[in-house]
T-cell receptor, first 110, second 116 residues
Framework: DAKTTQPNSMESNEEEPVHLPCNHS???????IHWYRQLPSQGPEYVIH???SNVNNRMASLAIAEDRKSSTLILHRATLRDAAVYYC???????????FGQGTILTVHP | EPEVTQTPSHQVTQMGQEVILRCVPI?????FYWYRQILGQKVEFLVS????????KSEIFDDQFSVERPDGSNFTLKIRSTKLEDSAMYFC??????????????FGQGTRLTVV
């Protein structure tokens, strides 16, 4: 049970921003929120993670709701290479187990 | 940039045979994992390994599976007697600290196992 809810699919145009939502209404106070993505025929790839504050890195931004029941992964300018399955994962065990759900399939149109 | 490497990229084996999938994690990482992904399905956790022992395993990881870190650099997954339903992509991953808490896990490109 991934305990997160994401839309099955989303579409975007190249060079436009993309906002990928995730609901995690039962998250505990110490669970980090992780985002990974999986490009076609590749292994999962770390994107970003956060606990309470919004986070930015070279790949994306993570906006976390004040009540922590939802978060949004923001790709500021989508490229064709960003077409992938994006997974929102709640951190849950101290040994690093990641529980993947079905994720959101992002299609980027030229 | 450091990376997790897996060999072979594709393994075909006959049902009932033993297979060993190999992984070289990133050198300073302490936590090691195996995941699998059956074609068209989600990525599933198999096992985590820390301090030379299994720290957590899933229901999938039954007596037919074992893991080993034989020489301080390689990390292997052995399936003793393969079944058709073991056909999947197997991903190795490693992290510097516990990946669920506050760090990232690095995944390899995977080994596609086909059982015939």
């Amino acid at each position: 049970d991934a305990k997160t809810t994401q839309p099955n699919s989303m579409e975007s145009n190249e060079e436009e921003p993309v906002h990928l939502p995730c609901n995690h209404s039962t998250i505990s106070g110490t669970d980090y929120i992780h985002w990974y993505r999986q490009l076609p025929s590749q292994g999962p790839e770390y994107v970003i993670h956060g606990l309470t504050s919004n986070v930015n890195n070279r790949m994306a931004s993570l906006a976390i709701a004040e009540d922590r029941k939802s978060s949004t992964l923001i790709l500021h300018r989508a490229t064709l290479r960003d077409a992938a399955v994006y997974y929102c994962i709640r951190g849950g065990t101290s040994y690093g187990k990641l529980t993947f759900g079905q994720g959101t399939i992002l299609t980027v149109h030229p | 940039e450091p990376e997790v490497t897996q060999t072979p990229s594709h393994q075909v084996t006959q049902m009932g045979q033993e297979v060993i999938l190999r992984c070289v994690p990133i050198s300073n990482h302490l936590y090691f994992y195996w995941y699998r992904q059956i074609l068209g399905q989600k990525v599933e956790f198999l096992v985590s390994f820390y301090n030379n022992e299994i720290s957590e395993k899933s229901e999938i990881f039954d007596d037919q599976f074992s893991v080993e870190r034989p020489d301080g650099s390689n990390f292997t997954l052995k399936i003793r007697s393969t079944k058709l339903e073991d056909s999947a992509m197997y991903f190795c991953a490693s992290s510097e600290w516990s990946g669920a808490v506050n760090t990232e896990a690095f995944f390899g490109q995977g080994t596609r196992l086909t059982v015939v």
